[in-house]
């Protein structure tokens, strides 16, 4: 089809603004924005916003920010025209949000925009206004206070097509409301109000202790996040990074990604990179399909970071992609590996190994739940608490739960186990035999007479329904999965075991040649060492075919070639490879779902506490490998508020 095209001629400023005005006002919330970003970088402590039917029909702006000249208020509603870069070398350290100088312009050409400023140095305020075809300004005084007020109204009046895609006034309204979240998370020193239609949504008073940012916190994403979220500031000083905030710990993951805040030097982003690295330290705790939750703020020199990517600037491009990804990972990844139960927390920048956790085990003489090295297909529990044989050392040397004394770390265990009395006669209630006198009530009074610290998840009182272990500790009642909470351990152990030791690998019967891009075959001859030491020997026979001679013995069975195109696309995009390591974890997991004991196994009171003490100790020990809670804490409040006590 051939189309007939007339001269070309300039287009008017008018219509160059609005289709410049599809790249950065897509709806209200858009104008909001670029609104709020520029009072932030006016330097403002006190914003209002008033909206009125979702935004379509007003949105206002004040501010008490430094204000505009009077001579260069025209300019301010021209394209291009911005005071924040002077010089292409400035867009290599942009430290302010909005740079560009097309936000007004593009706004004032689909609205009806009326801007008023008043610095704190001139005697009257000025209003600037956008008439006719060619958007000429004009220039009026006014009466403002110091700083400046926006006003737009009836937002694509004269683009009725665009206006056709709006959606209703409440779900446009949400868009709004999201984005003043947003900023409000990035600057908590500002003071925010929200209008909508006359009545107040927000009110947000400045922050300026930590107290007062976490209450802002949880004004913007709820109490129940800051009260279940984890608080962080890690500085890598070689690098000049710096990662601080919240995460939400993996219980309160969600079923979307509507509480996910990653900020940049104080501007929000949505990048894949810091994606996958925050996806990647959540991996193991996770529930499938489910979504963590954080409030995050990563600070760095602004050189290596480039914010001129995307025309709404939230997507950012840096320049040590790599080291910025395992920044974040490495961070993220070790608070939570330090989640374990309360008081049993270890130092930061610890991080014990397999035998130091054994050695270090409250009360362990040489005995552990999980000693030394465990064996791939099972966990061995020790002698089964019916059989009645004792647990000596060499009974539990194969990887056994502790015995019943457990001296040293700070804890002391049980004098004996919990007395068989008239509760016993319930079928889904196993006191073991062989009881002694005392119950798990004198444990915690002995511990408290001779000034010693009892565990965090106390001590073992019975079993329930051979799936739970009841325990008692100083705040109340604690309530484990027993499987969930094995599988945990033994998981943990398997994945140490790992890291210590060289892959094990196999040659295939007969080499399996693959033709690769030309970049995957050099990534592959680069990256070489890499392949060895994930077990993989791999050789280069031309510029685009390679040949894979030996392989995992674990993932012999699987899709060589396209696991190794996939781990060849993660190192090309990432600079490393997580796709083995991933793929390695799911089969460790799996098999200690296996090896982990299995419901209606009935546990004796010591080894019940055994596994209460290895749980303090173990990384992740709050989730299993599927990211389900391995227990749970009911304190005394709680127990009296179930039974109406004190009432």
């Given amino acids: 089809m051939h189309l ?59 501010d008490n920010g430094g204000g505009i000249e009077e001579q260069d208020l025209p300019l301010a509603l021209s394209r291009h ?78 683009t009725p097509a665009r206006r056709k895609f709006m959606r209703t006034e409440q779900t446009e309204f949400k ?36 107290q007062d940012h ?58 894949k990179l810091v994606a996958h690295a925050v996806r990647q330290a959540y991996q193991d705790v996770l529930f499938h399909g489910r979504h963590p939750a954080f409030v995050l703020y990563l600070e760095l020199d602004p ?62 003489s040489g005995q552990s739940f999980e000693q030394g090295r465990m064996p791939l297909s099972q966990a061995p529990l020790g002698p089964s608490a019916d059989a009645g044989a004792p647990h000596s050392p060499s009974t539990q040397q194969g990887g056994g739960f502790q015995g019943a004394a457990f001296q040293g770390g700070g804890y002391r265990g049980p004098s004996a186990s919990v007395v068989r009395d008239q509760i016993s006669g319930y079928g889904a209630l196993h006191v073991p035999a062989n009881s002694e006198q005392d119950a798990a009530q004198q444990a915690l009074a002995n511990a408290q007479a001779q000034g010693e610290v009892a565990p965090p998840l106390g001590y073992a009182l019975a079993h329930l329904h051979g799936i739970y272990i009841l325990a008692q500790n100083e705040q109340g009642l604690v309530l484990v999965d027993m499987h969930a909470a094995h599988e945990r351990i033994v998981y943990e152990r398997m994945k140490q075991a790992y890291e210590t030791e060289v892959v094990r690998s196999q040659p295939l019967l007969v080499p399996l040649s693959m033709a690769v891009s030309q970049s995957e075959a050099d990534c592959a001859e680069e990256q070489a060492a890499v392949f060895q030491r994930l077990g993989f020997e791999l050789s280069r026979m031309g510029d685009e075919s390679l040949v894979v001679r030996q392989v995992p013995v674990s993932l012999a069975r699987g899709n060589i070639e396209q696991l190794i195109r996939d781990v060849l696309s993660d190192m ?21 779902c296996h090896g982990a004991v299995r419901a209606n196994r009935q546990l004796s009171i010591p080894e019940m506490n055994g596994l209460l003490r290895d749980m303090e100790i173990t990384e992740r020990s709050g989730q299993c490998n599927h990211g389900r809670p391995t227990w749970t804490q009911l304190s005394l409040a709680e127990l009296d508020k179930l039974f109406l006590r004190g009432r």
């Fill in 4 to 62: 007939s095209m007339s001269r070309i001629q300039l287009l008017s400023p008018r219509l160059a603004n609005q289709i410049a005005a599809g790249e950065v006002v897509e709806r209200p919330a858009s104008v909001v924005k670029e609104l709020l970003e520029n009072s932030l970088d006016a330097g403002a402590t006190q914003i209002e916003i008033d909206v009125e039917q979702g935004g379509m029909k007003l949105i206002r702006l004040r």
């Fill in 81 to 158: 025209a911005t005071s924040k870069i002077l010089v292409l070398e400035d867009l290599e350290a942009v430290s302010s949000l909005g740079f560009r100088g097309e936000a007004l312009a593009s706004i004032s050409s689909v609205s009806r925009l009326t801007l008023t400023s008043r610095r704190s140095d001139a005697s009257t305020a000025w209003q600037v206004q956008t008439e006719g075809r060619d958007m000429e300004p004009v220039v009026s005084p006014a009466a403002h206070p110091q700083g400046t007020c926006v006003e737009v109204r009836d937002l694509f009046f004269n």
């Fill in 572 to 592: 090309i995009t990432y600079g490393q490879s997580q796709r083995i390591e991933n793929h390695i974890n799911e089969l460790l997991a799996t098999m200690a």
């Fill in 214 to 271: 976490e209450r802002r916190i949880s004004s913007v994403c709820g109490p129940a996040f800051i009260d279940q979220a984890l608080s962080l500031d890690m500085t890598a000083e070689a690098s000049g990074l710096r990662l601080w905030g919240w995460m939400g710990l993996p219980t309160f993951s969600r079923s979307q990604t509507d509480l996910q805040y990653f900020f940049v030097n104080g501007r929000i982003i949505r990048d």
């Fill in 303 to 364: 050189k290596l970071v480039d914010v001129n990517v995307h025309p709404t600037k939230h997507e950012v491009r840096f320049r040590e992609g790599r080291l910025v990804h395992d920044f974040i990972f490495r961070t993220l990844h070790r608070v939570i590996a330090d989640v374990r139960p309360e008081g049993a927390v270890p130092p930061a920048g610890t991080s014990p190994d397999a035998g130091q956790l054994a050695a270090s085990a409250p009360g362990a």
């Fill in 175 to 210: 868009h709004l409301e999201e984005v003043v979240k947003r900023l409000a998370l990035s600057r908590s020193d500002v003071a925010f109000q929200l209008r909508h239609n006359g009545r107040v949504i927000h009110q947000l008073r400045p922050a300026r202790t930590e």
